[in-house]
């Protein structure tokens, strides 16, 4: 039975999604506040999840490619502003060190809330020839954005990230450049954190303040809203021509570079959390779990228990990531502990267990139990890790289809965001001034015109003239 008062740690859901969501990045040891507002401190346990991601997207980075480099922290104000619509656009989210020691600087330094400034200026110094090229860089790095509305993962000062940059003879190039990226972050999104993701791009409003254009993943929350898992960017010309990043080409004539740039932070464990989370807290997809399997020994206290969970520790170790709680608690802690943080698989044994070469696996996902003869342990568990992780995405992907509305008309398009969030389908003209009336009038954003449109009708939602493009809009995180 459940300990009294253990899950009422933790909102509803429906009741309060904020407040759920802060509870459990909180109460399953993700983070902590520390004493700077919108800073969070990432715990073991959170880091953990980070670290099973990092080193999944490297490994993806490096196969098609790139390198790892580092840059510095601090961009001189003179260099930040050599792009004009680069600076505008991240100004309001600028952090400035003005004094080093006691002494005030002679020029301005910013903490890098991104990185194509720094970027530029070294390729201008080491491309000179087509043979130069590409250039197929990557950091992981932090950087530091002042928003004014924080929460844990999802919008904070500081955050943990990678980003790309690259550079390419020719326009054709960068673009295959900025698709592949995007479809890695796809890969991961979806194959190891189990999110599904609608690939599109960006409107020109929404798009990365220097870019030419953004192609994005966006996903969908438990609540209906939207997320902007990653993004990828391609740069064209822009800051080549800025920075005088040139080389000789194959005719021996000079030309600017074409640029890109592409970035995944740690705000997709917010996502993972806010699509797969339940009201017992955190539910992980298998494959980024620290912790797969969690062993909990039932009266450790009789002969040849404890003793028996360790044995067993050992065998799923050969084929999970696996840890045993053999703490003091009592079992129904032990139990919602694991679900608090979100374990994969519950493996229960005990003297009655023991005595029938048996053990118990309880699913996070589903809650479904399952006997198991302990000869089948590794297969099993082996075999419910997969299917853990297949029915996580299907679940997902049932969700962002059930929460998705197709519309024709602006008064459709009002009513399917009366009562609840969802995603909607509709058509659109191309103009800034019905994109900004949508968002002014319903709360939704734009969040990208995909890959494969669709031919709802021929007039725009919001308009009726003639309409150019099909848009994902959205009420967004």
């Given at each position: 039975?459940?300990?009294?008062?253990?899950?009422?740690?933790?909102?509803?859901?429906?009741?309060?999604?904020?407040?759920?969501?802060?509870?459990?990045?909180?109460?399953?040891?993700?983070?902590d506040?520390?004493?700077?507002?919108?800073?969070?401190?990432?715990?073991?346990?959170?880091?953990?999840?980070?670290?099973?991601?990092?080193?999944?997207?490297?490994?993806?980075?490096?196969?098609?490619?790139?390198?790892?480099?580092?840059?510095?922290?601090?961009i001189?104000?003179?260099?930040?502003?050599?792009?004009?619509?680069?600076?505008?656009?991240?100004?309001?989210?600028?952090?400035?060190?003005?004094?080093?020691?006691?002494e005030?600087?002679?020029?301005?330094?910013?903490?890098?809330?991104?990185?194509?400034?720094?970027?530029?200026?070294?390729?201008?110094?080491?491309?000179?020839?087509?043979?130069d090229?590409?250039?197929?860089?990557?950091?992981?790095?932090?950087?530091?954005?002042?928003?004014?509305?924080?929460?844990?993962?999802l919008?904070?000062?500081?955050?943990?990230?990678?980003?790309?940059?690259?550079?390419?003879?020719?326009?054709?190039?960068?673009?295959?450049?900025?698709?592949?990226?995007l479809?890695?972050?796809?890969?991961?999104?979806?194959?190891?954190?189990?999110?599904?993701?609608?690939?599109?791009?960006?409107?020109?409003?929404?798009?990365?303040?220097g870019?030419?254009?953004?192609?994005?993943?966006?996903?969908?929350?438990?609540?209906?809203k939207?997320?902007?898992?990653?993004?990828?960017?391609?740069?064209?010309?822009?800051?080549?021509?800025?920075?005088s990043?040139t080389?000789?080409?194959?005719?021996?004539?000079?030309?600017?570079?074409?640029?890109?740039?592409?970035?995944?932070?740690?705000?997709?464990?917010?996502?993972?959390i806010?699509?797969?989370?339940?009201?017992?807290?955190?539910?992980?997809p298998?494959?980024?779990?620290?912790?797969?399997?969690?062993?909990?020994?039932?009266?450790?206290?009789?002969?040849?228990?404890?003793?028996?969970?360790?044995?067993?520790?050992?065998?799923?170790k050969?084929?999970a990531?696996?840890?045993?709680?053999?703490?003091?608690?009592?079992?129904?802690?032990?139990?919602?502990?694991?679900?608090?943080?979100?374990?994969?698989?519950?493996?229960?044994?005990?003297?009655?267990?023991?005595?029938?070469?048996?053990?118990?696996?309880?699913?996070?996902?589903?809650?479904?139990?399952?006997?198991?003869?302990?000869?089948?342990?590794?297969?099993?568990?082996?075999?419910?890790?997969?299917?853990?992780?297949?029915?996580?995405?299907?679940?997902?992907?049932?969700r962002?289809?059930?929460?998705t509305?197709?519309?024709?008309t602006?008064?459709?398009?009002?009513?399917?965001?009366?009562?609840?969030?969802?995603?909607?389908?509709?058509?659109?003209?191309?103009?800034?001034?019905?994109?900004?009336?949508?968002?002014?009038?319903?709360?939704?954003?734009?969040?990208?015109?995909?890959?494969?449109?669709?031919?709802?009708?021929?007039?725009c939602?919001?308009?009726?003239?003639?309409?150019?493009?099909?848009?994902?809009?959205?009420?967004?995180?």
């Amino acid at each position: 039975m459940m300990p009294k008062g253990f899950v009422e740690k933790i909102t509803d859901m429906d009741v309060d999604f904020a407040k759920w969501y802060t509870d459990v990045v909180t109460k399953a040891e993700l983070v902590d506040y520390s004493s700077v507002r919108g800073s969070m401190i990432i715990r073991p346990y959170g880091y953990k999840i980070w670290e099973h991601i990092k080193d999944q997207l490297d490994r993806k980075i490096k196969e098609t490619g790139h390198e790892n480099v580092y840059m510095p922290l601090f961009i001189p104000e003179s260099l930040l502003q050599v792009e004009k619509d680069h600076i505008e656009g991240f100004a309001p989210e600028v952090a400035w060190v003005t004094h080093g020691g006691e002494e005030k600087l002679q020029e301005r330094l910013c903490v890098r809330p991104t990185s194509e400034v720094l970027f530029a200026e070294h390729y201008r110094n080491i491309i000179h020839s087509y043979r130069d090229l590409p250039k197929l860089y990557n950091q992981w790095a932090n950087v530091v954005r002042w928003e004014k509305t924080t929460r844990p993962f999802l919008r904070t000062l500081e955050f943990l990230w990678q980003e790309g940059h690259t550079c390419h003879e020719t326009e054709q190039e960068a673009i295959e450049e900025t698709e592949k990226m995007l479809n890695v972050y796809a890969t991961i999104c979806e194959e190891l954190l189990a999110i599904p993701v609608i690939r599109g791009r960006k409107t020109e409003k929404e798009k990365f303040a220097g870019a030419t254009f953004t192609y994005t993943i966006e996903s969908l929350m438990h609540d209906g809203k939207a997320l902007q898992a990653a993004t990828s960017h391609f740069l064209g010309d822009r800051f080549a021509e800025a920075f005088s990043i040139t080389f000789l080409n194959r005719e021996g004539r000079e030309q600017h570079v074409q640029q890109t740039s592409w970035g995944f932070t740690t705000r997709i464990i917010g996502a993972m959390i806010m699509v797969h989370g339940d009201n017992r807290g955190l539910v992980l997809p298998p494959n980024v779990a620290p912790t797969q399997v969690m062993i909990v020994p039932i009266a450790q206290h009789k002969e040849g228990v404890l003793d028996h969970a360790y044995g067993l520790k050992e065998r799923v170790k050969t084929v999970a990531r696996v840890d045993i709680d053999a703490s003091d608690k009592q079992p129904g802690w032990k139990f919602n502990e694991s679900e608090m943080k979100g374990i994969p698989i519950r493996l229960e044994v005990g003297p009655k267990d023991m005595e029938q070469d048996q053990v118990i696996l309880v699913r996070r996902d589903t809650g479904e139990k399952v006997l198991v003869a302990i000869s089948e342990v590794e297969q099993k568990i082996t075999e419910l890790l997969v299917e853990i992780q297949k029915n996580m995405y299907k679940k997902a992907y049932t969700r962002l289809r059930e929460k998705t509305s197709i519309v024709q008309t602006f008064e459709e398009f009002q009513s399917a965001l009366q009562n609840e969030n969802r995603i909607i389908k509709a058509m659109w003209c191309g103009n800034r001034e019905c994109e900004d009336y949508i968002k002014e009038e319903t709360g939704a954003t734009s969040r990208c015109i995909p890959f494969e449109e669709e031919d709802i009708s021929s007039t725009c939602v919001c308009c009726k003239k003639n309409a150019k493009h099909m848009v994902y809009w959205a009420k967004a995180y």
